[in-house]
């Protein structure tokens, strides 16, 4: 089991900069691969950004692609999210993920996240 914490959210004005962090506690970071969610106000949960376990692979969803950066650094047990030139759209809770029990790239998709922070508020203000 592994416990997840992200840091780093607050209020960022339009085209600013902001890096998230996911610290984990527990088993070994390295068989989790890793991923950034998001949630809107009434809206879905959506994928950001995803790294495999030694972060060769990386995912990103479209809308956020060339502008948020994910890394990991498996010695500090963290995940982090940088995000530049942000949107008003951008505005959400952020929470990270961790998978166990796969191998390769990151899913797109929550329901194979087994593990899950309690989220970090990111409002983007014009």
């Known amino acids: 089991q592994v416990q997840l914490v992200e840091s780093g959210g607050g209020l960022v004005q339009v085209e600013g900069s902001r890096r998230l962090s996911c610290a984990a506690s527990?088993?070994?970071?390295?068989?989790?691969?890793m991923a950034w969610f998001r949630q809107a106000p009434g809206k879905e949960r959506e994928f950001v950004a995803g790294?495999?376990?030694?972060?060769?692979?990386?995912l990103y969803a479209d809308s956020v692609k060339d502008r948020f950066t994910i890394s990991r650094d498996n010695a500090k047990s963290t995940m982090y999210l940088q995000m530049t030139s942000l949107k008003p759209e951008d505005t959400a809770v952020y929470y990270c993920?961790?998978?166990?029990?796969?191998?390769?790239?990151?899913?797109?998709?929550?329901?194979?996240?087994?593990?899950w922070g309690q989220g970090t508020q990111v409002t983007v203000s014009s």
């Open positions: 790294i495999s376990r030694y972060g060769r692979t990386k």
């Open positions: 993920a961790a998978d166990s029990a796969a191998q390769g790239a990151p899913s797109r998709t929550d329901k194979n996240y087994d593990y």
């Open positions: 527990g088993r070994s970071f390295t068989i989790y691969l």
